[in-house]
């Protein structure tokens, strides 16, 4: 079985940062793509930033030239350092990867991290 564990959220003061990660476990051959996601209060779910087996990196506006998302492919880890941080960014996050099974493809999701950003 495969597991997304997650960490680092918090409560920190707006203009401060936090390093969030998500690590991989089970039984996988490989991680093709990791992602974060964000849901704030009363909204949807939606995409911060992604990276996939190339390396090709994707943000959502919101989170460009503030948070810089990364993987360690020998830990089976991946990273989302947030600088800068709103109010607005306050939320649960969610790690999300894509992973080569026995059985083909599997996607899954973590439990969630809280992130508040508030004075």
């Known amino acids: 079985q495969v597991q997304l564990v997650e960490s680092g959220g918090g409560l920190v003061q707006p203009g401060g940062s936090l390093r969030l990660s998500c690590a991989a476990s089970g039984r996988f051959f490989g991680i093709n793509a990791m992602a974060w996601y964000r849901q704030a209060p009363g909204k949807q779910r939606e995409l911060v930033a992604s990276?996939?087996?190339?390396?090709?990196?994707n943000y959502a506006d919101s989170a460009k030239d503030r948070f810089t998302i990364s993987r360690d492919n020998a830990k089976n880890t991946g990273y989302l350092q947030m600088n800068s941080l709103r109010p607005e960014d306050t939320g649960v996050y969610y790690c999300?990867?894509?992973?080569?099974?026995?059985?083909?493809?599997?996607?899954?999701w973590g439990q969630g991290t809280q992130v508040t950003v508030s004075s």
């Open positions: 999300n990867a894509n992973l080569d099974e026995v059985s083909g493809v599997g996607y899954y």
């Open positions: 990276i996939n087996s190339g390396g090709y990196i």
